[in-house]
Nanobody
Framework: QVQLVESGGGLVQPGGSLRLSCAAS????????MAWHRQAPGKERELVAT???????NYADSVKGRFTISRDNSKNTVDLQMNSLKPEDTAVYYC????????WGQGTQVTVSS
């Protein structure tokens, strides 16, 4: 079955960095575009970044220059490197398979606080 498992979240200070990872299984990973989303308390779920099957990324304006999405099709993983973190980056971060039927991971909490 399709499964997406996010990891790497935690508590960091403003200006710090985290690297999130999403491990995918149950489908042919390399033929699907992938995405990272986040949802903060009281806010709508927000698209953070996408990456094509070939590795071409796109980012929300709020994270451009700070976050980097990448994938390894041989390992079935998609990562999100987050640098220069701000308190407003605090959210649950979700991995998503972009497909006719979307699949989501369970999410990993990122808290940026001083």
């Amino acid at each position: 079955q399709v499964q997406l498992v996010e990891s790497g979240g935690g508590l960091v200070q403003p200006g710090g960095s985290l690297r999130l990872s999403c491990a995918a299984s149950g489908f042919i990973f390399g033929v699907y575009a992938m995405a990272w989303h986040r949802q903060a308390p009281g806010k709508e779920r927000e698209l953070v970044a996408t990456i094509t099957t070939e590795g071409s990324p796109n980012y929300a304006d709020s994270v451009k220059g700070r976050f980097t999405i990448s994938r390894d099709n041989s390992k079935n993983t998609v990562d999100l490197q987050m640098n220069s973190l701000k308190p407003e980056d605090t959210a649950v971060y979700y991995c998503r398979r972009i497909a006719r039927r979307d699949y989501w991971g369970q999410g990993t909490q990122v808290t940026v606080s001083s």
